[in-house]
């Protein structure tokens, strides 16, 4: 715990222990809000609250971050509950302070409930950061739970970038978050973070040089939606085309039906007979920026050009020639982005279609890609 200074109350600590009590056996109740930067506090400022009620414990955690180091006050309904000193940390500055009941060394007793409560962080009696907690319930499953786990780690410059950056990657239980943190950028250029070459989002650089992006499975406040799997992807930032930061993350997967960072399709495709060695494969991929790239690749099939049929319309051929390893092999490449001069231009649909291998009027390979 991070200089944590608890100021005790009274008052709810019967009620808190009667709501674990009629908790138990029932899932666990979790109330989680973002909180606002007040007018004036620092650009960066950031902070969540929890509560939390799992039957056998209640517990109410409070962070902020991204804040000047020093002391700062946590209020709840206009009433002191600890004051917290912040500290510098690899990624930033950051301090937290985390309520129990029952009473757990080392953290202070929670007699209070934030819920339906003006919750605040304040730093010479200004606010900082502020949130009305909300009184809704979010019950949580345990069947599709991420891994918990947390990563912090710096993103390596590539050339001669005068930037930095941090990262931090946690998931626990239903929620992951992601985070970057900049410095060094070109004031008000627009970058680009990708997770294996899918973009994740944008940042703007301030006039200070420094930018940052918060994404989550449960987007709230600012925080924008986490569409793919960063836990084992290769993270990288873009100035336009050329890369600027980059480190790859060693995380466990989300897993839970999640998509995986450069999430995929790829089907084999069905022989006709006519070659009982031919096979072949279809791959769709989405790219930064929303690209999408469609490779059809086919092996082990007579040397010769054969025609790819799209819905029965011939959009390619494909030359198959020997391979020095051995065999045959022939393969055609398709994008959305026409500045890709190796391949051709990806003008049709490939979701749903059906798509064949054909060589004068035999068809050899084929298959429906999926929708």
Do not use: C
């Not at 962080?121 to 949580?140: A, C, F, H, I, K």
């Not at 082990?300 to 799209?310: A, E, H, N, Q």
């Amino acid at each position: 715990m991070r200089g944590m200074k608890a100021i005790m109350g009274i008052g709810f600590a019967s009620m808190l222990a009667a709501s674990a009590s009629a908790q138990s056996g029932s899932d666990r109740i979790e109330v989680e809000v973002d909180m606002i930067r007040a007018s004036g506090a620092p650009g960066d400022a950031d902070g969540k609250v929890r509560f939390r009620d799992d039957g056998s414990r209640t517990s109410v955690r409070a962070e902020l971050e991204d804040v000047p180091v020093g002391d700062y006050d946590f209020y709840v309904n206009d009433i002191l509950r600890a004051t917290v000193t912040v500290v510098s940390t690899a990624s930033g500055t950051e301090g937290e302070v985390q309520f129990r009941n029952p009473l757990d060394p080392g953290k202070p007793l929670l007699d209070f409930d934030p819920r339906g409560q003006v919750v605040e962080w304040r730093s010479d009696g200004d606010v900082v950061l502020s949130r009305l907690m909300p009184t809704e319930q979010v019950n949580e499953s345990e069947d599709d739970s991420f891994q918990s786990q947390k990563i912090k780690k710096k993103l390596d410059v590539i050339g001669t970038s005068n930037s930095s950056g941090t990262i931090q990657f946690k998931s626990k239980r239903n929620k992951a978050d992601f985070r970057l943190r900049f410095k060094g950028l070109v004031p008000n250029r627009v970058y680009t973070v990708t997770a294996d070459d899918v973009e994740l989002g944008t940042v703007k650089a301030r006039r200070n040089g420094k930018g940052r992006l918060d994404m989550s499975t449960r987007p709230r406040g600012k925080k924008i939606n986490l569409p793919v799997d960063p836990a084992r992807a290769v993270i990288e930032v873009w100035d336009d085309d050329v890369v600027i930061l980059s480190t790859t993350l060693d995380g466990i997967p989300l897993g839970a039906g999640f998509a995986s960072s450069g999430d995929r399709i790829e089907v084999d495709m069905d022989s006709s007979g006519a070659d009982v060695d031919a096979h072949g494969e279809a791959e769709l991929r989405l790219r930064r920026r929303g690209r999408i790239d469609f490779q059809v690749e086919i092996e082990d099939i007579d040397i010769g050009t054969y025609d790819m049929r799209v819905d029965g319309v011939v959009v390619a051929t494909i030359d198959v020639t020997t391979q020095f390893s051995g065999g045959t092999e022939g393969e055609v490449e398709f994008s959305t982005d026409n500045s890709e001069s190796n391949k051709l231009l990806l003008d049709f649909e490939p979701a749903g279609a059906f798509i064949e291998i054909v060589q004068s009027g035999t068809v050899y390979l084929s298959v429906t890609f999926p929708s």
